[in-house]
């Protein structure tokens, strides 16, 4: 019987957490509730304690809604470092952005764990500041296998992104992906960009766009491109995986502290998560896609404020149940 962790967080993050848990609840899930960032901090002192780390660890997956509060703002002890915290201890490397709609169906799968945010930094005693983009072979290995899987497995194709005619890291990521799609992945066909056209190919042809495998900073940068044209932050979900234990799910949006606790924060991109969750945590395809048909079929029948409705928080998950409702 699987287990689901659900991380409610902070501002408008328990209010899209209640509608991820109806769902969880209409699909006979078991799932349990615990402590993490912001509220975390101020009852216990961490935005990761100990029982909640032991939880996440324990379950099938983790189901995080968002962190973020105000008044911590300029404290030693932040929230986001919870996140970090959760990440490293999950050991989770691929970071997959799906973005989706209007004839849109990208795949964006980002290396999480490396390059340019976790090399060498420092300042030079000659006060130059420096970051350092570092990557080892298995390291671009593992997340090009992710991304080569990935593409199969939706009978895609499979766009590897970097910056080949300047960076060096860059000359190693594209050797290792086309030797991998040679010996490993010859039925997935592969083709390479380079990041700066490549971001406007996001803009101005997104449909032609299947599944994108690239570096942390690029597909940080780009996956919030991709967000944009496809909606907005409101409906972009993520996965993160490692090669075992649970998955950390979790929508890309923040805590929103201007419109929390009004009850018109958008559910959407946290039910996206959840039907990640079904197809890449639980291995239940089937109920994934019929989540994902029911959110969309929500976002034409009770669209939120952010994306020009007047519905609520409550409402939005109402019609998503009842679509799930009447899928066969
Ligand atoms: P944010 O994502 O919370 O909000 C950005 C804008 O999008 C705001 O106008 C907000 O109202 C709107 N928005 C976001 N999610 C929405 C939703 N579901 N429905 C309707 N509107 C939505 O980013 P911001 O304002 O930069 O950060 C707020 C707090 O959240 C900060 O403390 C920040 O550190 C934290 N944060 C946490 C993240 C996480 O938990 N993964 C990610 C990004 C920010
Ligand atoms: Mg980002």
Redesign the pocket.
Known sequence: MSHVAVLP?D??GPE?AAQAIRVLDALGIAHSEHAFGGNAILSQGTPLPDDTLAACRAADAVLLA???L?ELEGRPVRP?QG?LGLRKELGVYANLRPARGDGVDMMIVRELVGGLYFGAKGVREDGTWFDTCEYSRPEVERIARRGFEIARARGGRLTSVDKVNVMHTSRLWRDVVTALGEDDYPDVPLDHALVDSFAMTIVQAPQTIDVVLTENTFGDILSDVAAAVTGG??LAASASLGDAGPGLF??V???????AGRGI??PA?MLRSVALLLAYGLGRPTEAAALERAVADALEAAP?P?IGGTATTAAFGDAVLRALDATP
Do not use: K, M, R, Y
């Open positions: 967080g501002g408008i899209v968002a962190v973020g105000p986001e996140l932050l409101g979790e929508p949006h923040g805590s929103a502290p201007q419109i924060a958008n991109a939120t952010d």
